[in-house]
Structure formats: C-alpha cells, structure tokens
C-alpha cells in the first residue's frame, strides 16, 4: 500500500495518524508530479488528497480510508466496541467533516490578507464556531473523544485542531477549541499526553511548519 499525500494536511494526518493506532507503518509521500499533475488525476479525477493505493485500484477521502484500513486489519480495531460505541465514533468525525471541516477550508482559502474576502472570512467563522459548539456536545473526553480509548474520532480532531491553532486562530482570530475549560479543551490536553497521539502531534506540527515556511518563502 502507499498514501499519497503531504502530512501537513490534516486529511492525510487522519489516515496517518489512525494507521499508527492500528500499529501500521504507513507513511504519506507525495506522487511524482503532484496532485495535479496527470498521472494523478488519472487516478484520482478529484485531484486531492490523500489517497491510497492497493494493488492498483486508488481509493480517495480519508474517511473512506480509514474505514478501509478498519476492515482489512481488525485485529487492533480503531473504531472498537458495540454497535453503539462504533457510532459513538464515527458520529463525532462525521459531526466533524460536515458542521466544521468545510468553514475550516473557506478560512484557509482566506489567511492571504492580499486576497482575503471579509465577508466570507465573517461568515466561515461564525460556522466554525458553531460546528464546534456542535462537536462538544458529542465529544465525551472520558478521556478520548468518544470513550476511554483512542478511536477513530481523536484521529480526526486532533490534525485538524492542530494545524487550525498554527493558522486560523492567531491569523484570523478564529477561535482555539484546544483552550478554555469545556470538554474539547479537556479532550486536546488528555489525548496530547498519550504517548501515541504526543509523538505524532510532533511530527505533524514540524511538517505543517516547515509547510508555513515554504509558502512565507513564495
């Protein structure tokens, strides 16, 4: 198998991140040529990432992914326990990507202040604020996300609110879910201390540095 993609994005951080939960050895690589160039989009039409390779067939979304991993390697399950618990999971990274996930790319399309639109900015945050006001009515923080192990769920919070407090809040003032005294706040501090989830939360902020630092150099 081979991730094609670049860590600092927290889509690839996802599936990079709920690999090395499930004890794979799966790190992301960029294709030759880019997402854009046309050999990718030859396998991937939607010209994002990540995506996975398998034996020749391309599989996009890291959500879709991370449940294709779930499935070929259940023996340490990312998404574990009864039918309720597994929706416990997925209800918070679904909350995720739908309520937050889609103000968060309207924002980063916007921290250029040459080419910023207030009003979008205006609006985007205003939902952000609000998907995250819907994410902590899910998320448990006992301790992790959606119960009293790492799932699925914290690997989804935690790239995403990662690179969000480098960039949109100091940027923009979009505010930093990873503060404060709620349950979120509670969430980032107990997960950013498990070994696991510290050690990639590392890694994942010196790429998105080093990301920062090629585009100041542009």
């Not at 690839?12 to 690589?29: M, N, S, W």
């Not at 992914?65 to 998404?79: R, T």
């Not at 990662?162 to 404060?180: H, N, S, W, Y």
């Amino acid at each position: 198998m081979k991730l094609y993609g670049a860590l600092a994005s927290p889509y690839v951080a996802r599936v990079a991140l709920f690999a090395r939960l499930k004890g794979l050895d799966l790190l992301p690589t960029m294709p030759e040529g880019g997402i854009k160039s046309p050999a990718y989009l030859a396998n991937n039409p939607i010209g994002k990432m990540p995506v996975l390779e398998v034996d020749g067939t391309f599989i996009p979304e890291s959500a879709v992914i991370c449940e294709f991993l779930e499935d070929l390697y259940p023996g340490k399950p990312g998404v574990p326990g009864s039918a309720l618990d597994r929706a416990r999971v997925r209800a918070v990274a679904r909350v995720f990507d739908i309520h937050v996930a889609p103000h968060s790319s309207v924002l980063f399309r916007n921290l250029n202040p040459a080419t910023r639109d207030a009003t979008a900015v205006a609006n985007a945050t205003q939902a952000y604020a609000t998907g995250l006001g819907f994410l902590r009515h899910y998320v448990l923080a006992a301790p992790f996300a959606a119960g009293a192990v790492p799932t699925l769920a914290d690997c989804t919070l935690l790239p995403a609110l990662a690179i969000a407090r480098k960039t949109l809040c100091p940027a923009l003032g979009v505010e930093d879910a990873t503060q404060g005294g709620d349950n979120l706040a509670r969430w980032w501090s107990t997960t950013t201390k498990e070994p696991l989830f510290g050690k990639f939360l590392a890694d994942y902020e010196a790429a998105v540095d080093a990301f920062l630092k090629t585009m100041a150099g542009r």
